[in-house]
């Protein structure tokens, strides 16, 4: 039998899409049912590690990744057939069905769309197949008219699988039901007839005060409001995108900077320090910001050697000196770590050459081939401020092109970090430490050797997010909207 298919639509970006479908994939699977997420193409450069096509790893965008966990299943790349991180600001690499797709990564936008849906329409059909719910996130807005022609993401996939879509506004950003009234206007008639409810996203204030916005725009477009979501900071999901809201997180103890150069990745990794209390986490793109910090952190980016000159430029490489100069720790995760070495090595002209910060004894020289793999890692003795992880075994997972060894000329580090293939993939020098693995502040035993503090489990988080929008949708519309395939209400 078919599954029933539930979208959810925005009306802008970072309107709350990614987290309202984690929810409604937990809740579903609270039913009972065997759901299923599924988004046509991500943006982004926050990845998972996952099953692929015949037997080997792909990538999908983080959000399908928890999504998927949320769903009670394995995440594999059908989630999400087509991913497309950016490399700049012009340019972005296409990943289908898990894997890098040089041909459309070189291919004109509106060219390859057609294409990439050939991709993704199969896996959608397959996950409809084999599931009870699907349910769909979309992309941006599905009202963009310069662009709808051309867009497989919304209102293609809805219509393939005749989803009952909710259309979610952020009311915190303001004019909230011009968006709403202004989306559902621009979309032609039979795809309004979709559009199965309204949610207000991020209120802050008296609900009553709402009224009578929600009645006038049901009598101008026959949808109603079916939930008005208050302001949730605190919900423990990473975000998908961006820095997280660039406002500091914690009080007045710990604080740690994360280096937020331009073409940063795989940021949800870091939710967990955002969760811990005591711990004040920032983004630091000036030196002031990263001279308070008791921590400096550079995590993955999808351009090393471009934002090494972007760190450059703001002159932090000189403030991550002098933070390790004086005996404070500096982590450096996947492209952070080969920031720290001594040099980038570019045979294949993938990402460029460029000195290192010079502060770990290492050489980088990028593959023309992708690494992806979960790991089982193990720490080895650490010193210093790191001494507390020795011997911690821990669960992560590696995505990058570099392959980085000690320096030949220089005394080495020490190798403090193996995955469960034996290789050495982190190295520390003083109070310094690199190391590939992402995910393991996702790991409670990590996180216990740190901090001695133990932050809320995923499943947690997730049963929390299905307790909220079962609280604050009106009654009945969650399960509603599986017998509402197609007609308008």
Not at 479 to 488: I, K, P, R, S, V
Request: proline share 6%.
């Amino acid at each position: 039998m078919s599954a029933k298919a539930v979208m959810v639509l925005g009306t802008t970006s970072g309107a709350g899409k990614s987290w309202l479908a984690t929810a409604l994939c937990r809740y579903y699977a609270r039913q009972g049912l065997k759901v299923a997420p599924y988004k046509a193409q991500n943006m982004s450069n926050n990845a998972r590690v996952v099953p692929g096509l015949n037997g080997r790893m792909g990538e999908i965008g983080s959000a399908q990744y928890f999504q998927a966990l949320a769903a009670q299943r394995t995440p594999e790349v059908r989630m999400n057939p087509v991913l497309l991180k950016p490399e700049k600001d012009t340019a972005s690499q296409v990943i289908v069905l898990g894997e890098v797709d040089s041909e459309l990564t070189h291919t004109p936008w509106r060219e390859r769309s057609e294409k990439l849906w050939l991709s993704a329409k199969p896996a959608l059909l397959a996950l409809m197949a084999e599931n009870d719910v699907v349910v769909i996130e979309g992309a941006g807005s599905p009202a963009e008219i310069n662009l709808h022609s051309s867009d497989y993401v919304n209102m293609r996939t809805a219509l393939e699988v005749n989803a009952a879509c909710l259309l979610v506004t952020d009311i915190d950003r303001g004019g909230a039901f011009a968006h709403l009234f202004g989306t559902h206007q621009l979309l032609p008639a039979h795809e309004r007839a979709l559009i199965k409810g309204y949610v207000l996203n991020r209120f802050r204030g008296d609900a009553s005060l709402l009224a009578p916005g929600p009645e006038q725009l049901q009598a101008l477009t026959g949808v109603p409001t079916v939930a008005v979501l208050p302001m949730w900071r605190g919900h423990g999901l990473p975000e998908e995108d961006g820095v997280f809201d660039d406002a500091p997180s914690g009080g007045a103890g710990l604080h740690i900077a994360i280096v937020a150069y331009p073409r940063l990745s795989n940021l949800d990794e870091f939710q967990p320090l955002r969760s811990l209390p005591g711990v004040r986490l920032t983004w630091a793109r000036t030196p002031a910001q990263l001279n308070a910090a008791d921590w400096i952190i550079l995590p993955g980016s999808k351009a090393v050697a471009a934002d090494l000159a972007w760190l450059r430029a703001q002159q932090l490489d000189l403030a991550i000196a002098q933070h390790a100069a004086a005996g404070k720790p500096v982590l450096g995760i996947c492209g952070g770590l080969q920031m720290l070495g001594e040099s980038l090595l570019d045979p294949h002209q993938l990402d460029g050459n460029a000195p290192g910060l010079g502060l770990l004894p290492l050489v980088t020289q990028f593959e023309r081939d992708k690494l992806l793999r979960p790991s089982q890692v193990r720490f080895g003795e650490l010193t210093g401020p790191w001494a507390a992880l020795s011997h911690v075994e821990a669960e992560g997972y590696e995505i990058h092109h570099g392959r980085t060894v000690q320096h030949p000329s220089l005394a080495p580090a020490a190798i403090t970090l193996h995955n469960d293939a034996g290789e050495a993939i982190g190295w520390q020098a003083g109070s310094v430490l690199g190391w590939y693995a992402h995910g393991l502040f996702e790991q409670a035993n990590v996180m216990q050797a740190l901090f001695g503090a133990q932050v809320q489990s995923l499943d947690g988080v997730f049963e929390g997010l299905a307790d909220y929008i079962e609280t604050h949708f009106e009654p009945g519309v969650l399960m509603g909207l599986l017998n509402e395939q197609g007609a308008q209400p």
